[in-house]
């Protein structure tokens, strides 16, 4: 099974600030991964596939980078609706996994 | 546009079987897994398993002994059968569409909250 480790656990940051969110696989998983916006209550959304795509209706804010183990969601000037947990996911392997997720809070 | 509507019974005694089932609307069956996902309450996502059209099915091996998802085309809706559940099967289930091939779920169910408590 891959591991995905998500760091930080939680990011505290103001509106405007910049926020860098790192996932690690434990092995390659190539461009197969994904990443998803999740508030109280709801189900997760998808922000981006395969490492570096944007999903429909993602404002540009949200930016996606890497490969093989090393990954990173980074939102430009955070917005109060911005304020979440974001998970990673995997499908290079079954079983397919997420990691623990960050939470992005203000400060 | 794509919907999945999820329904299912919400409290289970210990053993007993979890069903939830999730109707699809706006789309076919074809080209597509359709998964079961569940949260425990405050922790993170797992993936349970998913069927195709085929269906060919992946279960997570952690739960593979207990689950069963099986399709019903007729109607355009996919099932999740738990058994034996404890308390550690308590968490939002939700219902999710992959496109084959590829790797996001685009579409999400609403979520189930299913609790066991005897």
């Known amino acids: 099974e891959i591991v995905l480790t998500q760091s930080p656990v939680t990011l505290s940051l103001f509106p405007g600030e910049r926020a860098t969110l790192s996932c690690r696989a434990s092995?390659?998983?190539?461009?197969?991964l994904a990443w998803y916006q999740q508030k109280p209550g709801q189900a997760p959304r998808l922000l981006s596939y395969d490492a570096s795509n944007r999903a429909t209706g993602i404002p540009a804010r949200f930016s996606v980078s890497g490969s093989g183990t090393d990954f990173t969601l980074t939102i430009s000037r955070l917005e109060p609706e911005d304020f979440a947990i974001y998970y990673c996911?995997?499908?290079?392997?079954?079983?397919?996994?997420f990691g623990g997720g960050t939470k992005v809070e203000i400060k | 546009q794509v919907q999945l509507q999820q329904w299912g019974a919400g409290l289970l005694k210990p053993s007993e079987t979890l069903s939830l089932t999730c109707a699809v609307n706006?789309?076919?069956?074809?080209?597509?897994?359709w998964t079961w996902i569940r949260q425990p309450p405050g922790k993170g996502l797992e993936w349970i398993g998913e069927i195709n059209l085929s269906g060919n099915t992946n279960y997570n091996p952690s739960l593979k002994s207990r689950v069963t998802i099986s399709l019903d085309t007729s109607r355009t809706q996919f099932s999740l059968k738990l058994s034996s559940v404890t308390a550690a099967d308590t968490a939002v289930y939700y219902c999710?569409?992959?496109?084959?091939?590829?790797?996001?779920?685009?579409?999400w169910g609403q979520g189930s909250l299913v609790t066991v408590s005897s």
């Open positions: 092995q390659s998983v190539s461009s197969y």
């Open positions: 996911q995997q499908r290079s392997n079954w079983p397919l996994t």
């Open positions: 706006g789309d076919s069956f074809s080209g597509y897994y």
């Open positions: 999710a569409r992959r496109r084959s091939g590829t790797t996001p779920f685009d579409y």
